[in-house]
């Protein structure tokens, strides 16, 4: 599946580097990962616009913060799924959101997605449980990042985390 556009509020930059990474994948993996890896990477600068909206800076145009996370959280989602054979891309993914996303409410998002995507999966097999894995250990970030705060987001958190130890028999 390529996507690709602008629907679900992505930039186009993000839309370029998801719709790179799918089509280097199968040909040129590493270059693929490549791409993928320096968009998660990219800074995320914010604007105040005249109207009081937070834009992303750095081009010619402004994009709403929210639709450079979605951006950010689809292609992570598939470079994951990507590399859930691939110990050492999936790896670097993960440290690549570990490291700059910073939104602790997009990384849950990514957990539950990744782990939805595992329970998809044969109960016996190793990719379903490389992506658990990986989901719980997003799971483990937010709880990181979320140091400190208490109220019903963690406290939820922390229940699904439970639920992915039990799924993973740890």
Same mark, same amino acid.
């Given at each position: 599946?390529v ?21 280097? $994948? +199968?040909?040129? @993996? =590493? ?8 968009? /998660?990477?990219? *800074?995320?600068? $914010? +604007?105040?616009? @005249? =109207? ?8 010619? /145009?402004?994009? *709403? ?13 598939v ?30 998002r ?22 658990a ?23 939820s958190?922390?229940?699904?985390l ?5 799924h993973?028999?740890l």
């Amino acid at each position: 599946e390529v996507w690709w556009g602008g629907s679900e509020g992505s930039s186009s930059a993000q839309s370029l580097c998801l719709f790179l990474f799918q089509r280097l $994948l +199968e040909k040129e @993996a =590493d270059l693929a990962y490549q791409v993928g890896l320096a968009a /998660l990477k990219a *800074p995320l600068r $914010l +604007e105040d616009d @005249a =109207d009081g909206t937070l834009l992303l800076s750095g081009g010619p /145009l402004g994009w *709403p913060y929210p639709a450079k996370e979605n951006g950010h959280s689809r292609l992570a989602v598939v470079m994951i799924l990507a590399s859930k054979e691939d110990k050492r891309q999936r790896s670097a993914v993960v440290d690549a959101i570990r490291w700059h996303i910073r939104s602790s409410a997009v990384v849950v998002r990514l957990a539950q997605d990744i782990q939805r995507e595992a329970d998809a999966l044969p109960e016996a097999s190793a990719a379903r449980q490389n992506l658990a894995e990986t989901a719980l250990d997003l799971g483990l970030q937010v709880l990181s990042m979320t140091r400190g705060q208490t109220g019903w987001p963690r406290r939820s958190m922390l229940a699904w985390l439970i639920n992915c130890v039990a799924h993973l028999s740890l």
